[in-house]
C-alpha cells in the first residue's frame, strides 16, 4: 500500500506572498542606479538653485519642490521597469507567485513608500547642506510635503504604465508626456488666480512675503491626484472601487483647486499689503545706535546687515545721524518709518556666498554711506533707481561719503586710488575722488576729530567745511526750489540736497 503525503494548505499564502513580493521589489529599488541617480540630481539642482542667495522658507520649498519633479521623474522610470518585470520578453514571469495579479499590483505599492521616503531624505539633505545657515520666513509644513507626495506619484504612475503597458519604451515616453504637461501649465495659465496656475505641482511663491498661501488645500489636490492614480492598478480587476476611488479623488481635487482660487486676491490693496510687511508689523532690534528692522521671522538676517553698516558707523562722529535699516516686501511706497528720519531700505533677498554675499554687503554699505551723509533720502520714488539718481558733485559731503566708504570695504582704498568706488545713486567726479584720497593720507584720528567738530557744516550742501583739511572742491549753486525727482537738463542727473 502506497500513502502520498500531501502538506497541509498553507492559510493566507496569497498576502504572505504579496508581503514578500513587496519587501524584494523595495530591496530592488534600493540597489537600483535610477533612485540614487535620481536623488542625486535632484538633491545637486536643489542646492546649485539656493546657492547664491540666502535661504528662505518660501524660495527653499521653490528648489526642494522643482527638484523632487525631477526625482518624480527618475521613479517614474524605476515603477515602469519593475511593474513590468514578469512581461517582458525573456524576463523571469511572477505567474508562479502564489498570489493574485491584484495582489500582485499592491505589493508594487511598496515602491510608492520608498519613493516617499527618497523625497523626504532629498528635502532634509538640502536643509542640512545649509547648514550653518537656516532659512528664515514662515515655515509651512505642508508647502514641504510635496517633496514627498510628487515622487510617489512618480513611481506609482510608472507601476500603473508599467502594468498596462508594459513595453521598454511606454515608460520613457510616458515621462515625456508628463513632462510637455508639467511645462504647459504656467503658459497656459493667466494669472495667479487661474485654475489651471494652481493645478503645477510645486504651489507658488506667496504674492506678498508672508502673505497666507492655501498649501493645505494644495496638498489635498496632490494627494487626490496619487489617490487617483494607485485605484488605477485595479481597474482590470476590482473596476467598481476603482472607479469609486478614482471618481471621489477627481471630485476632491476640484474642490481642493476651488479653495487655492478663491483663496488667492484678485486684487490687492494698499491696506491689505501694509499689514503684511507696513510698519506695524516690522521686528526691530537697536546696535550700535542703529535701528534695524526685519520682517516678520526675518530678524535672523540682522547679524549680516550688521557687517555692512557697522564698518560705516565706526567712523562716524557722534552728532551724525544713523539711518535705520528696513526691510521690505514686494513694493516700496518710498515713506519712511520715521518723517524726515533718514533709512535705508533692503530686500528679502541677500547674497549667500562668495561675490554674491560680497555684492550684496557692498550695496548696502554704499547705501548706508550716502544715508548717513545726506546725499540720499528717501521719498516717493525712491524704488525707482533712475529717478532717485543725484549729483553730489563737488559737495564736501561726498568727499566724506567717499571717505568712509573707502575704510569701510575691504578693497575701499584701492577702488578709490583706481577710481572704481561708486556711491550707488549719487553721482561724483574724479576730483571727489582725489580729494578723499587726499584725507586717506591723513592721520585718521585728525579727520575724525575735525569732522566731530564740523559735522554739522559739512552736511551743507553748499558748505566748504573741508578747506582747511585741504579740499578745495567747489559746490555746485544748489536751487532753493524743489525739483522734481527727475533727471535735469541734457540727461544730467539733479542736485543732491
Known sequence: MTATLVPPPVRHAGRLAMVALARAEARLLLRSPL??????????????????????????????????????????????????????????????????????????????????????????????????????????????????????????LGIVVGRWLPAMAAGPLTMIAVAIVLASLPVLSTGADSVVWHLFPVPSAPWETGAERPTGWHLVYLLAVLAAVVASLWLKHRRLIAVSVILAATVTSGIATNQQVRATPAVIDAATDDALTGPAVLACEVYGGVRYCALPHYAGWIPLWQEAVEPVVRNLPAAAQRPTVRQLGSSDDGRPLVPGAPEIVTSTRWGRHGRWAEDSRTRMTV???????????????????????????????????????????????????????????????????????????????????????????????????????????????????DEPAASGTSGQPRICR
Open 35 to 156: 533612485l540614487w541617480g535620481g536623488m542625486v540630481l535632484s538633491l545637486a539642482l536643489c542646492t546649485a538653485w539656493g546657492w547664491t542667495t540666502m535661504q528662505t522658507w518660501e524660495t527653499f520649498a521653490q528648489d526642494a519642490g522643482m527638484s523632487s519633479i525631477v526625482l518624480a521623474g527618475a521613479l517614474l522610470l524605476a515603477g515602469h521597469l519593475a511593474a513590468s518585470r514578469d512581461r517582458r520578453a525573456r524576463a523571469e514571469s511572477l505567474e508562479t507567485v502564489p498570489t493574485t495579479a491584484a495582489r500582485r499590483g499592491v505589493g508594487l505599492l511598496a515602491l510608492v513608500l520608498v519613493a516617499g521616503a527618497a523625497g523626504a531624505s532629498v528635502c532634509l539633505a538640502g536643509l542640512l547642506l545649509m547648514l550653518p545657515a537656516w532659512p528664515v520666513g514662515q515655515f509651512d509644513p505642508w508647502v514641504l510635503l510635496v517633496t514627498v507626495v510628487v515622487p510617489a506619484t512618480g513611481a506609482a
Open 367 to 481: 547705501a548706508y554711506t550716502t544715508a548717513a551723509t545726506g546725499l540720499f533720502r528717501r521719498g516717493p520714488g525712491a524704488f525707482n533707481y533712475e529717478a532717485s539718481r543725484c549729483s553730489g558733485a563737488g559737495q564736501h559731503r561726498t568727499v566724506v561719503a567717499l571717505w568712509l566708504l573707502a575704510q569701510a570695504l575691504p578693497d575701499g582704498a584701492q577702488r578709490l586710488a583706481d577710481g572704481g568706488l561708486t556711491l550707488g545713486r549719487v553721482r561724483h567726479d574724479p576730483a571727489d575722488a582725489q580729494a578723499a584720497t587726499a584725507l586717506l593720507t591723513r592721520p585718521h584720528d585728525e579727520v575724525a576729530a575735525f569732522l566731530s567738530a564740523h559735522w554739522t557744516q559739512i552736511m551743507d550742501p553748499a558748505g566748504t567745511a573741508l578747506t582747511p583739511l585741504g579740499v578745495t572742491t567747489k559746490p555746485p549753486t544748489i536751487p532753493t526750489a
